[in-house]
């Protein structure tokens, strides 16, 4: 049996992420993989988190932005949020379990399991960091 090549390896479509297998209870103990959100996923996360401001024709001055009341602020998390979420959950076949055509789906029901599931992607991010600290 052939060693397999370091540009395969490094080409794999998930060898550039940390993963692990999770119980989810809320879900029949089924097992999911959880893995590290992708730069995809974190550039859509910022465009919801943080949008810019549109482009303006040149010489016209941008207003300021209102405030967002708690409610409003609570949702754009929530909505950015559930774009790492899609990213991030796997079945044990490494398959995602949904796509963004699904954000609207998985917005009507995120909940805190969902969550949950999600800060433990981002742990996986904090565990690799403080490994380096050490």
Same mark, same amino acid.
């Given at each position: 049996?052939?060693?397999?090549?370091? /540009? #395969?390896?490094?080409?794999?479509?998930? #060898?550039?992420?940390? /993963?692990?297998?999770?119980?989810?209870?809320?879900?029949?103990?089924?097992?999911?993989? *959880? $893995?590290?959100?992708?730069?995809?996923?974190?550039?859509?996360? !910022? =465009?919801?988190?943080?949008?810019?401001?549109?482009?303006?024709?040149?010489?016209?001055?941008? !207003?300021?932005?209102?405030?967002?009341?708690?409610?409003?602020?609570?949702? $754009?998390?929530? $909505? #950015?949020?559930?774009?790492?979420? *899609?990213?991030?959950?796997?079945?044990?076949?490494? !398959?995602?379990?949904?796509?963004?055509?699904?954000?609207?789906?998985?917005?009507?029901?995120? =909940?805190?399991?969902?969550?949950?599931?999600? /800060? !433990?992607?981002?742990?996986?991010? $904090?565990?690799?960091?403080?490994? /380096?600290?050490?």
């Amino acid at each position: 049996m052939s060693k397999p090549s370091l /540009k #395969a390896l490094a080409l794999a479509p998930m #060898a550039g992420f940390r /993963k692990k297998e999770v119980s989810v209870p809320e879900w029949d103990n089924a097992k999911v993989i *959880i $893995r590290e959100p992708s730069a995809e996923a974190w550039i859509r996360w !910022q =465009g919801i988190a943080s949008p810019e401001p549109p482009k303006l024709p040149e010489g016209q001055e941008p !207003q300021e932005a209102p405030e967002l009341t708690p409610s409003e602020r609570a949702f $754009r998390t929530m $909505r #950015a949020d559930v774009t790492l979420f *899609i990213d991030i959950l796997l079945d044990t076949d490494l !398959q995602p379990v949904f796509t963004v055509d699904d954000t609207e789906q998985v917005e009507a029901i995120y =909940g805190p399991v969902h969550s949950r599931l999600l /800060k !433990q992607a981002l742990d996986l991010i $904090r565990d690799a960091d403080d490994a /380096k600290a050490k």
